[in-house]
Nanobody
Framework: QVQLVESGGGLVQAGGSLRLSCAAS????????MGWFRQAPGKEREFVGG???????YYADSVKGRFTASRDNAKNTVYLQMNSLKPEDTAVYYC????????????????WGQGTQVTVSS
C-alpha cells in the first residue's frame, strides 16, 4: 500500500522560504513521478509542480522561478523548495504519486499524502 507523508509546512513571512518533504513507502519510488498540489480555503486543489521518474521538473506559472522540486531516490523522498513566498501561496500542500510521467491534474494521480499547512503572512 502506497503511503505518502508530507512535512515541513509552517508559518513564514512574505519573502521567506520553506522546504517541504514527502516521504514515500509501499512503492518502487524511482519508477514514480511525484506531484505537488495545493488547496486554499474555498478553492480547488491546483497543480504546483512535479518531477518525473527521470527527474524532469514541471511547474505552474504562478510558482515558476520561485519553487523547485527535487527527489532523492535513495531516501524515497521528494522535496519542494519554496522561495520568495507570497501570501497567496498560503494553502495546504499535498504530494501525490503517479507511475512514470508527471500529470497536471489531480485525477492523474492515484496516491496522495495527508497534506501540510503553509501559511505566509504579509
Amino acid at each position: 500500500q502506497v503511503q505518502l507523508v508530507e512535512s515541513g509546512g509552517g508559518l513564514v513571512q512574505a519573502g521567506g522560504s520553506l522546504r517541504l518533504s514527502c516521504a514515500a513507502s509501499g512503492l518502487t519510488f524511482s519508477n514514480y513521478a511525484m506531484g505537488w498540489f495545493r488547496q486554499a480555503p474555498g478553492k480547488e486543489r491546483e497543480f504546483v509542480g512535479g518531477i518525473s521518474w527521470m527527474s524532469n521538473t514541471y511547474y505552474a506559472d504562478s510558482v515558476k522561478g520561485r519553487f523547485t522540486a527535487s527527489r532523492d531516490n535513495a531516501k524515497n523522498t521528494v522535496y519542494l523548495q519554496m522561495n520568495s513566498l507570497k501570501p497567496e501561496d498560503t494553502a495546504v500542500y499535498y504530494c501525490a504519486a503517479r507511475l512514470y510521467a508527471v500529470g497536471y491534474s489531480r485525477t492523474d494521480f492515484g496516491s496522495w499524502g495527508q497534506g501540510t499547512q503553509v501559511t505566509v503572512s504579509s
